[in-house]
Structures are given as structure tokens and as C-alpha cells.
């Protein structure tokens, strides 16, 4: 009975050492939570400033509402926030759980950390230097004048509306570049195999463009900038998979 208790008592103190590590890291990520908001809000017109660029040098915005432009920093630091909180939380997540995973799982971890942030990285540099800017020069041949036609129509975007619709494309898109991740763990899981991916290659082509044809504006090149990437990775996973199963069948044959 003694030795029972004794046992009880450590593991009662192993989880209050847990639940410590829990609050401790929380508290940290409310902290920063705070803290990023007022940051993000005192910077909000240089956020603002880089979301408007790809709208060209001549372009502005507008606000029909006095407290528009107030609240729209104020969305424009959340939605900031937001995106930082999310990396932030992911990694005391993974640290938290890290010392209780086997050497196999830390290595899976790690493998997909590093796609996660690749695509992440690679995903924003598409996004905002190819996507943005094609979507909005599409958007902006609508634009006329007396020499064009019989109306002179020209853009003013609204602020509030301007941001919910680049937030929209920039979240949806971001999450698009996520894909692989998920592919990649699910055959690590082995829930699919190598087979079912050659097979079903041209239901995942499809599939590609019209997730990019939701995730991206209404035109066809911002479609394609979107689903390319995504095709060119599936093929080359494909073909990774397919030599690393040459290869084992190679080495059980020599053994």
C-alpha cells in the first residue's frame, strides 16, 4: 500500500509539473497575443502600405463611413495577430508534447515542420509577388475611360472592403500551400499508398485546379500559379515514393 502511494504521489506531482508547463506556456501566448496587437496596430498604416502596393503607385483608398478606417486597423491588426498567434501556438504545442514522442515520431515532426514552413515561406512569396498582382491587374482592365468606351470608370477601392477581399485570397491561398503537408502525412500514416497515388494522379490534377480556382480570383493565370506548384510537388512525391520502394525491394534481394 505504501509503495502504491508513493507511486501516486509521483505522478500526481509529474501532472502538476504539467499543468504548470501548461499555464506557463499559455500565459506566454496571451502575453504575446497583447503585445503583438498593439504592435501591429501602431504599425497598421505600413501593413496597410504593403497590402495596397500591388494595386499600383497611383492607386488609393477610400472610406464612406467616419469610424471605416478606424476599425479597419483594428481588423488589420487582428487578422495580423492572428496569422503570428497560430506559428507561435504550433510551436509550444509541438514542444510541449516533444519529450514524451519515440526518436521516430521527433523525426516525422521534424520532416513535416520543415515542409510546413517551406510551403508557408514559398506559399507567401507566390502569393503576394504573382498572385495578388495578376488577380488585381485582372480586376483593374475593368477599369475605362471616355477613349475606351461611352463611360469613364475608374477604381476607388474602399478600405474595409479592399482588406476583407485580400484577406480572403491571402488566407485561402495560404492554406492551398498547405496540401502537401497533409498529403504527406497521410501516407506516413499509410492510409493511402504509392499505388493509389499513380492511379488516382488525375483526380488530384483535377481536384488541384478547382481548389485553386476557389482559392485564387477569377482568372485563369492566378488559377494556374496556384495549382502548379501543388501538381509539380504530387508528381515528384510520386516519384520519390516509387524510388524509395525500388530501393527496399533492392535490398531485401541482396539480403
Known sequence: LFSFLQVCKKKYKMFLRHVYEIKKRLLFITSVLFLNFILFYHYSEEILYVIVSPLGVDKYLIFTNITEAFFSYINLAIYSNFIIIILISLYHLISFLYPGLYIEEKKRIKIYLSI????????????????????????????????????????????????????????????????PVILIIIINLNIISIKQLVNYRKVFLILSLILAAFCSPPDIFSQLILATPIIIFYESLVFFLFLQKKYKTYNLIIK
Do not use: C, R
Not at 468606351?149 to 488566407?171: C, M, P, Q, S
Open 116 to 179: 510546413f514552413f517551406s510551403f508557408f515561406i514559398i506559399g507567401n512569396i507566390i502569393i503576394y509577388q504573382m498572385v495578388i498582382p495578376s488577380a488585381w491587374s485582372f480586376f483593374l482592365t475593368f477599369e475605362t475611360t471616355n477613349l475606351d468606351g461611352f463611360l469613364n470608370i475608374h477604381l476607388e477601392a474602399k478600405i474595409n472592403e479592399y482588406l476583407d477581399l485580400f484577406l480572403v485570397v491571402f488566407l485561402l491561398s495560404n492554406f492551398f500551400f498547405q496540401l
